[in-house]
């Protein structure tokens, strides 16, 4: 998604999501990414339980059906999808009724229930919609203050924005960056060379959120993180993070809150684009 798409909507959620395996540090951070030479243009697994798909509407009956063709071409194999919508005459369920388990729920309910029940070392994967709100952020936000309910538990401004050509505050304090300036097309793999520039892409989301808490870190701000929920392209055009990132990324957020205070940023991104927040947990 560019610019252009992410001004037009205060709160889009672009083909971004999807974590590495994160591990917290001394500074009670999670950080990882990948450098962009060695990032590979389709995520190497293969094999799913359940894949969630966000949306029922023109995007999730699309992704449905290039899930199909992957498993039918070999491409990747699972054990069945879920697709979440409120709208229980949502196009997927005209246009792939048999092909999906559907669930006719608001995200936020999904979520709290699915998360609640995944295993550290769950094999499912959710696929984002591109107008989606940050919902990883939100659950995470929710399990905070549930955990801990005398203590503050909100959502913090970014007190620096990330170095990328484009970024936008939304209302709800979700800070929106891109590295592109241009429109790009809505099923765009992130290849290494770019179909814009036509060149090699030397950037990745994920390096400017650990950029952004180092120099925050720098000048006295102590800011720990970066939890990133990185979206790869995993077959036909369909990209997805992991259960189980989630879940980690949920873990390191208690872990360091039972520390004491904390401000945790948080992204979904891809990499070239992305939407974060400020987890704050009080004392």
């Avoid at 450098?35 to 995520?43: F, L």
């Avoid at 007190?159 to 765009?188: F, K, L």
Wanted: charged fraction near 20%; glycine fraction near 6%; charge should be negative.
């Amino acid at each position: 998604m560019s610019a252009h798409e992410l001004d037009q909507n205060r709160e889009p959620g672009q083909h971004y999501e999807t974590s590495q395996h994160l591990e917290p540090d001394q500074y009670n951070t999670v950080s990882q990414h990948r450098e962009v030479d060695q990032s590979p243009e389709y995520d190497q697994r293969r094999e799913y339980g359940a894949i969630v798909v966000v949306g029922g509407g023109c995007y999730g009956s699309y992704y449905v059906k290039q899930l199909e063709r992957a498993r039918a071409a070999g491409a990747l194999q699972y054990q069945r999808i879920l697709v979440v919508d409120r709208d229980p005459t949502c196009a997927v369920t005209t246009n792939h009724p048999d092909a999906i388990e559907f669930h006719c729920d608001d995200w936020s309910t999904f979520f709290d229930r699915y998360l609640e029940q995944a295993p550290a070392d769950s094999t499912d994967a959710i696929v984002p919609s591109p107008l989606m709100p940050h919902l990883m952020y939100q659950w995470l936000l929710r399990r905070a203050a549930a955990r801990w309910p005398h203590r503050v538990v909100e959502t913090r401004p970014l007190g620096a924005e990330p170095d990328v050509p484009w970024h936008r505050a939304a209302e709800d304090g979700t800070q929106y960056a891109s590295y592109a300036t241009w429109m790009c097309p809505i099923n765009c793999i992130e290849p290494r060379l770019c179909p814009h520039t036509c060149g090699e892409r030397t950037w990745t989301m994920p390096a400017a959120a650990t950029e952004l808490v180092a120099r925050e870190r720098a000048h006295g701000n102590p800011l720990a993180g970066p939890v990133i929920f990185h979206c790869t392209h995993r077959a036909y055009g369909v990209g997805m993070f992991d259960t189980r990132d989630v879940i980690a990324g949920e873990t390191l957020v208690r872990t360091a809150s039972e520390r004491g205070a904390v401000d945790m940023l948080v992204g979904t991104v891809s990499h070239c684009h992305g939407a974060f927040n400020v987890l704050h947990v009080g004392t």
